[in-house]
């Protein structure tokens, strides 16, 4: 088990650019695969992207390719989330996820390990 925390969310205008850190506890984080989903209000979880535990993309959510960009640093057991651009549709609660073993990488239900979620808000 991995504890995530997610933090960086802010109010922003629309065009503007965050990022996003997602710190874990786990010294084995390196194992674990990293993904960023969001969740706006009333709405199903939505896959954002998603780096191996070898710093491989392994996929962005179709809505926010050529935008955002997935990284990680495994030996500050950190990953980020760069997002350019903000729209006021990406406003949502951000939340990082990680597993071990992941068969459908947009799949909330593929993470065991989840961090509470920071707030991103984006003005028009």
């Known amino acids: 088990h991995v504890r995530l925390v997610e933090s960086g969310g802010r109010l922003v205008q629309a065009g503007g650019s965050l990022r996003l850190t997602c710190t874990a506890s786990?010294?084995?984080?390196?194992?674990?695969?990293m993904a960023w989903f969001r969740r706006a209000p009333g709405k199903e979880y939505e896959f954002v992207g998603a780096?191996?535990?070898?710093?491989?993309?392994?996929g962005y959510g179709e809505s926010v390719k050529g935008r955002f960009t997935v990284s990680r640093d495994n030996a500050k057991k950190t990953a980020y989330l760069q997002m350019n651009n903000l729209r006021p549709e990406d406003a949502a609660v951000y939340y990082c996820?990680?597993?071990?073993?992941?068969?459908?990488?947009?799949?909330?239900?593929?993470?065991?390990?989840w961090g509470p979620g920071t707030q991103v808000t984006v003005s028009s």
């Open positions: 786990e010294t084995s984080y390196s194992n674990y695969a």
């Open positions: 996820a990680a597993s071990q073993i992941i068969v459908n990488v947009a799949s909330p239900d593929d993470y065991d390990n």
């Open positions: 780096i191996s535990w070898k710093n491989n993309i392994m």
